[in-house]
């Protein structure tokens, strides 16, 4: 069962994993500015929540094969999109992990959950028909 705080076989997350997800935070937190540009600009934050929250969805949901804990794994791409926010201060950073951090878990729950229904189904999608192999 996949969810934030069950015991799920781990492995150690090690820096080299930690450092990759910070950087794609960051990446992430950079493709951002281009998509709320576009939407809107700087002048509301409305397009700033359309953009933040696909795009970290999506983050969460492309990194979330690996089997840190989903709370683990999101907290680290959340810092790493905060990290170029600490120009501003420490509250707006900590704000900006607050607002990246659900929709990475949820991409990373998401990823996880299509992942074991894939292993479980013998590698048929849910509602696909395992008879024709």
């Known amino acids: 069962m996949n969810s934030l705080f069950a015991s799920e076989p781990l492995t150690k997350y090690n ?3 930690m450092v990759v997800d910070v950087a ?6 950079i493709l951002v ?3 709320a540009l576009y939407l809107g600009g700087f002048s509301f934050f409305t397009p700033w929540a ?4 696909p795009l970290f969805f999506l983050c969460g949901f492309l990194r979330g094969a690996s089997p840190e804990r989903i709370w683990a794994k999101a907290c680290a791409i959340s810092a790493g999109a905060s990290c170029p926010w600490l120009v501003k201060g420490w509250l707006s950073a900590l704000l900006l992990v607050a607002l990246t951090f659900g ?3 949820a991409g990373v729950f998401a990823r996880r959950r299509l992942k074991s229904r894939v292993v479980i189904g013998r590698g048929t999608l849910p509602g696909a ?3 024709q192999a």
Not at 24 to 29: A, M, R
Not at 50 to 53: D, H, Q
């Open 50 to 53: 359309i953009a933040l929250i």
């Open 33 to 35: 500015i281009p998509v």
């Open 129 to 131: 028909d395992s008879r």
């Open 24 to 29: 794609i935070g960051i990446v992430t937190f």
């Open 103 to 105: 929709p990475t878990a």
């Open 15 to 17: 820096w080299t994993t």
